[in-house]
């Protein structure tokens, strides 16, 4: 168990449609990311915040937002769903900046888009 | 052409082998260098870290990073059916204090008993 905690497990849910992806960060960690899995992209970064503030956007896109409330858990919103936002959504967390690369990653949200 | 590159496999090999994971990358920028295992529905799990080239081992897993190749490598000792998984490399730069991880395909690796 890595220390983070994601919700929902499991999301099915139709195209154009809006859903909200919610993690926790290990304890005393201050950093979130937010990643994507999908067959054939891979794992691929989306977002960082650290401590409430955005850090770095990577591949996300308009249609995707995040934030990071003053208890350090993270939000990743994705509206206008389309079939290929289908994939699993990885949170992870580190207690700093995370520039090492030593990420707890939690077992992520399957998100899919009928 | 992608920033890392994996061969995704699959690899199979008996318990006990010797197995050998590679990756290479274009981004002469990258400094920190990971290898992470993803078990079937989980979530990915740190098991090596390097900075810049060299070698690292840990009980049966040596990371080896070769920057002039641009080249790294995961050796696996004694495999185990328990190292059934995916493995994933994963490289970040520097720069920026982003906690951005460039990840490749990851290849899955079955170790039969």
């Known amino acids: 168990d890595s220390g983070v905690t994601q919700t929902p497990k499991h999301l099915i849910t139709a195209t154009g449609q809006r859903v909200t992806l919610r993690c926790s960060p290990r304890s005393g960690d201050l950093s979130v990311y937010w990643y994507q899995q999908s067959l054939d992209q891979g794992l691929q970064f989306l977002i960082h915040y650290y401590n409430g503030e955005e850090r770095a956007k990577g591949n996300i896109l308009e249609r995707f937002s995040a934030q990071q409330f003053p208890d350090l858990h993270s939000e990743l919103n994705l509206s206008s769903l389309e079939l290929g936002d289908s994939a699993l959504y990885f949170c992870?967390?580190?207690?700093?900046?995370?520039?090492?690369?030593?990420?707890?990653f939690g077992e992520g949200s399957r998100l899919t888009v009928l | 052409q992608k920033e890392v590159e994996q061969d995704p496999g699959p690899l199979s090999v008996p318990e006990g082998a010797i197995v050998s994971l590679n990756c290479t990358y274009s981004n002469s920028a990258f400094q920190y260098f990971m290898w992470y295992r993803q078990y079937s529905r989980k979530g990915p799990e740190l098991l090596m870290y390097?900075?810049?080239?060299g070698n690292k081992e840990d009980g049966r897993f040596t990371a080896q990073v070769d920057k002039s190749s641009k080249y790294i490598s995961l050796f696996i000792r004694d495999s185990q059916p328990s190292d059934s998984a995916t493995y994933l490399c994963?490289?970040?730069?520097?720069?920026?204090?982003?906690?951005?991880?460039?990840f490749g395909q990851g290849t899955t690796l079955q170790v039969k008993p």
């Open positions: 994963a490289m970040s730069a520097p720069s920026g204090n982003t906690g951005k991880l460039i």
């Open positions: 992870a967390s580190s207690p700093r900046g995370g520039i090492t690369g030593e990420l707890f």
């Open positions: 390097t900075y810049s080239s």
